[in-house]
């Protein structure tokens, strides 16, 4: 680098000096090859200057991916006119008026008038009903129908439905109720899918579908009524689009707003809506005899051995401890907390075996032992107060609780005796679609079905043939830190909401049982009423990234929008959710949203993801950015059979690429497409790869490309269905249909890693010297990881880099750190120190210590060079990184490839960081 350059970069950037010695700072060089790129590269590049472009205005909203409703009334009230004479026909037919019979039926039935009859009076009401009155099917009906009663009928329904299934499952019903397919009166609309038309006036939606429409539409132009269906669930979603509603009923009044739930805190939506009334729908449900643990106990006489797991610790030692609280707040004091004599006062109707093991059980924990043991009595005993057949569902936490209860009862006597008289029959959100429909099958005569599910079971599937529910009282539920940027998965008891929800499930066909392991006095005096309402467990980039970009939200600050929630969430979440957008460059110092910001925002993804995907056009690997996005955003493809997960493991090894659990997935899902010309099946069944959730992975990889032509990025015009024409044995159609151009980096395995930078800083973890620890009677040197922060964590036991021994100083990118037992880092690729330089976010900073060269990574991570104009020219090539993405992301029409110095400064980057 001759003299002027370099005096010239260092008037521009400057070299900072520090006073110590810095420590534990790694080394970065280059070879000469790359030295002489990054030299000719600077000197050939014309100088790119100037600040990331902030949105001022919403002139990008023409971009939106949600197209803005052309409403026109004289065009609906001609289709209108149609849809009643239409009806006049229908409600005639035989079929309709068997089908109105019914209706008729159920308990939601007899208060369609008084539903109506408020909604003519007030603009919000709130419907709850028990599981089974029909208030999902048929309250949207009641306004539909009485709208229909008039030819000059004026109605436009939009019912939001927390999961995709519920929207098309219910639509599907509704629509088969009045006689007709889904698409004419009644639609349905999902992120991949839809049955709509211009005849559509009841349309089941995803909650996440209403709320893109409203970034575009924001007074929801034409629609008359929305429903807010399972608002009990506390959703994300479903609370931000009841603030949303709140702020949109000031501008118009004349919207109608439903909310229900099977079960609700009535009185605090209530107060939410201005005490708005609520309406009580009766269920329509079988008695639910209930049971809990000292019921348990009783029937079962069970003995708590003196040396089990399950015997709380202070007990195992003979130390009771005597609770001496006042006798008038007796019934404050936990179980636990009890002995012998003060449970006799409780329960005083249980025998001393009961007592006895009350007193001693560790009520915190799981007892399996129990579980098998009442699981047996049930189908063993010869009831007199129960029924003596049906299918039992029992309620499990988490997988790992599922497989331990399956193995036990493989081996307890009754159930491994008599294998041919049971259907044991395992579920959870992570099986596939086939294992998931066992469920629902009804077994032979004499075959006694046992499900063994989480709480997917409690709202998500209906397993009709239920008649025993048992519920061990506890979940798993993901919970965010924001002062340790971290996700752990804790085990909590549920909510008395929940409890109710798994009763439920019981009594659907005839008289049902529900046994509760835990006491009454738990669920009396120890149980929350309700669960935490999941914005205020979870990270809230994506819900702050909305208030940005919704126009209903334009003046206000995102803290004031937040804290009008039904229940805000804390300070500390909304402020490290805004720092994270800040490193992402989403946002501006100023909290300002940026054209990244923007196009992130509209993207149906998490706002790394639509990152990773916007960096996937530039540098032109789009087809396998878009299969990472997708993988990301949806799960692997990978999965582990119960009684096959080592077998499982060792073949996931032969798809291992670049030491990257990321990139593994990637190759899997290529060779997957490859196989379709071959053996598509055998190929999945023998390499332990889920065929439909490589086929959801390929419908979304093709959806990504329908919303980048959509806002610009790539060849306008481009739609989901010529993708999908395109795609064939061997291929999803995307690399056709989007062109070689923006693909012909894809099979540049280090540039991919590097781009996990771009997309998933800070989420870096670096290796640091092994520790002894001992493991058996022998000790061993441990390997471990900390966080850019300083935290120590593992790699979580199913990655491919678990057993891997990287050099100290190694980096890893990661997707999700979650805490378990420990702190897991899951989905983790090796990246080279370059990639970091070029990709990591915040200010690339250079200083000058004892003679070495130190550069900066938002003052987080650092390296020691020995040459300060290398270390110059790398924070120049990484400023004309920032200025070229920065120019290509506020203009996605800006050809790159046909500009001389942008191809220049990405093929230099490229060439840099292949090989690395």
């Known amino acids: 680098m001759d003299e002027d350059l370099y005096n010239r970069l260092a008037s521009i950037f400057g070299i900072g000096h520090s006073s110590s010695m810095p420590h534990n700072v790694d080394s970065l060089s280059l070879t000469s090859d790359k030295v002489k790129l990054l030299k000719t590269t600077l000197e050939t590049t014309q100088e790119l200057t100037g600040k990331n472009p902030v949105l001022e205005t919403p002139d990008l909203a023409s971009q939106s991916l949600t197209q803005k409703s052309r409403y026109n009334q004289e065009e609906f009230n001609r289709t209108n006119k149609f849809l009643y004479k239409e009806f006049q026909k229908t409600s005639n037919s035989e079929d309709y008026n068997k089908m109105q019979k019914e209706r008729s039926k159920l308990p939601s039935w007899e208060m369609r008038a008084v539903i109506t009859a408020a909604l003519e009076m007030y603009n919000v009401i709130i419907v709850c009903g028990m599981t089974g009155c029909g208030k999902t099917t048929q309250v949207p009906q009641f306004i539909l129908d009485d709208a229909l009663r008039s030819e000059h009928f004026n109605v436009n329904i939009v019912c939001t439905q927390p999961r995709r299934i519920s929207a098309i499952s219910v639509a599907e019903r509704v629509a088969q109720e009045r006689g007709e397919v889904p698409g004419k009166i009644v639609g349905y609309q999902i992120r991949l899918d839809g049955e709509v038309s211009n005849l559509t006036r009841l349309l089941f939606c995803t909650t996440g579908i209403v709320l893109r429409r409203l970034e575009s539409d924001p007074d929801l132009e034409g629609v008359t009524h929305i429903i807010v269906d399972e608002v009990h669930e506390r959703s994300e979603q479903s609370d931000f689009l009841l603030l949303v509603l709140k702020k949109l009923l000031v501008r118009r009044p004349d919207l109608r707003v439903i909310l229900m739930s099977a079960t609700i805190d009535a009185q605090l939506f209530s107060e939410y809506f201005s005490n708005c009334p609520v309406i009580e729908i ?23 051995e003196m040396r089990s797991d399950y015997r709380r610790n202070e007990v195992r030692h003979g130390n009771y401890y005597m609770s001496q609280g006042d006798i008038s707040s007796f019934e404050l004091i936990p179980d636990a907390k009890l002995d012998e004599r003060h449970l006799k006062i409780r329960y005083p109707t249980c025998s001393r075996l009961t007592l006895s093991t009350l007193a001693s059980m560790d009520m915190d924990k799981i007892n399996f032992d129990l579980l098998v043991q009442l699981l047996e009595w049930i189908v063993t005993h010869d009831h007199k107060d129960i029924p003596k057949e049906g299918a039992i569902l029992v309620f499990l936490p988490g997988l790992q609780e599922i497989q331990t209860t399956y193995d036990l009862l493989q081996t307890a006597p009754e159930f491994s005796r008599n294998k041919e008289k049971y259907a044991i029959i395992p579920i959870h959100s992570t099986f596939t679609t086939e294992e998931q429909k066992l469920v629902f099958l009804i077994p032979q005569r004499g075959i006694r079905k046992i499900v063994l599910a989480t709480n997917i079971a409690e709202t998500s599937i209906t397993i009709n043939d239920v008649v025993f529910v048992v519920d061990t009282g506890m979940m798993k539920e993901m919970r965010y830190d924001p002062v340790k940027s971290m996700q752990s998965l804790d085990m909590i008891r549920v909510s008395k909401t929940n409890v109710v929800q798994r009763m439920g499930r019981a009594g659907r066909v005839q008289e049902g049982v529900s046994f509760h392991m835990f006491t009454s006095h738990v669920y009396e005096y120890e149980m929350s009423k309700q669960p935490v309402p999941e914005i205020q467990r979870n990270c809230l980039e994506q819900i702050v990234i909305r208030t940005k970009i919704l126009p209903i939200f334009k003046k206000y600050e995102v803290e004031n929008i937040l804290a009008q929630l039904v229940n805000p969430p ?209 000790r061993v040197k441990r390997k ?31 997707h999700e750190k979650v805490k378990t037992k420990k702190v897991y880092i899951r989905d983790c690729s090796l990246v080279s120190k370059l990639s970091l330089l070029m990709f990591g976010g915040g200010e690339i900073s250079v200083e000058e210590s004892f003679g070495d060269i130190i550069v900066k990574i938002n003052k987080m991570i650092q390296f020691k060079m020995r040459n300060a104009e290398i270390a110059l020219s790398l924070q120049a090539l990484r400023s004309k990184l920032d200025q070229l993405l920065s120019d290509k992301i506020s203009q996605p029409d800006l050809d790159l490839i046909r500009c001389s110095s942008s191809e220049k400064i990405i093929n230099c980057i490229v060439d840099l960081l292949s090989d690395d």
């Not at 966080?787 to 790699?795: N, Q, R, S, Y």
Request: charged share 20%.
């Open 570 to 778: 804390s300070k500390d979440s909304i402020i490290e959710a805004l720092e994270h957008l800040i490193h992402l460059g989403a946002l501006d110092a100023q909290m300002k949203l940026t054209a990244l910001g923007y196009h992130v925002g509209s993207l149906p993804v998490d706002v790394r993801i639509g990152k990773l995907m916007l960096y996937g056009v530039i540098f032109r690997c789009l087809d396998s950015t878009l299969t990472i996005a997708a993988t990301l955003s949806f799960k692997s493809p990978f999965f582990s059979p119960f009684k096959k997960k080592e077998e499982a493991t060792e073949k996931k090894k032969e798809f291992e690429t670049n030491n990257s659990d990321i990139l593994t997935m990637l190759k899997a899902y290529q060779e997957w497409l490859e196989s379709r010309e071959k053996g598509v099946y055998n190929f999945c069944r023998d390499n332990f790869l889920s065929y439909k959730t490589l086929e959801m992975l390929s419908t979304l990889k093709q959806q990504y490309v329908e919303i980048l032509s959509d806002i610009g990025f790539i060849s306008k015009g481009i739609k989901l269905a010529h993708v999908q024409y395109l795609a064939s044995h061997g291929s999803d159609g995307v690399a056709e249909i989007t062109g070689p151009e923006v693909n012909v980096n894809n099979s540049n395995m280090e540039l991919l890693s590097s781009l996990l930078v771009a997309a998933l800083y800070p989420n870096i973890i670096k290796t640091i010297p092994a520790e002894l620890s001992l493991f058996g009677s022998s």
């Open 282 to 304: 009766p269920g329509k449900q079988y008695s639910v005899k209930q049971f809990f643990l000292e019921d348990i106990l009783e029937k079962t006489n069970y003995v708590l």
């Open 784 to 814: 471990r990881y900390t966080t850019i922060k300083g935290e120590l964590v593992d790699l979580h036991p199913g990655s491919i880099n678990f057993k891997k021994d990287f050099d100290v100083g190694s980096f890893l990118v990661y």
